[in-house]
């Protein structure tokens, strides 16, 4: 049985992911995140994510039928850590 080989090749603005002929270029732009994995970046619980992000204060991008799966762009993150939006209490 033949596999086939994936080749992954990591430069510092882009990715470029080719399983095909064809390489997928994926910007950092469209790098998402879950809100768990959010929450493990900003080290806070998986809710203080969701209400800021209900709050506006961290764009999140939803996706899927009913739009009820949420990611957050890694640079948004960035951002708004940049920005210093974090507070011990997201419910204030």
């Known amino acids: 049985m033949l596999r086939q080989a994936f080749c992954f090749i990591y430069t510092p603005q882009e990715e470029i992911v080719s399983q095909t002929e ?3 270029i ?3 732009a469209l790098d ?3 809100l768990a994995e959010t929450a ?3 080290k806070v619980s998986r809710k203080a994510v969701s209400v800021w992000v209900n709050q506006g ?3 999140a991008v939803r996706l899927g039928p009913g739009k009820r799966l949420i990611r ?3 640079s948004d993150l960035e951002d708004f850590i ?3 939006e974090i507070t011990a209490d997201p419910t204030d």
């Open 26 to 28: 994926a910007s950092r």
């Open 57 to 59: 204060a961290l764009p």
């Open 32 to 34: 998402l995140l879950t």
């Open 72 to 74: 957050i762009r890694r």
């Open 40 to 42: 493990a970046v900003l």
């Open 22 to 24: 064809k390489p997928i």
């Open 82 to 84: 940049a920005q210093g």
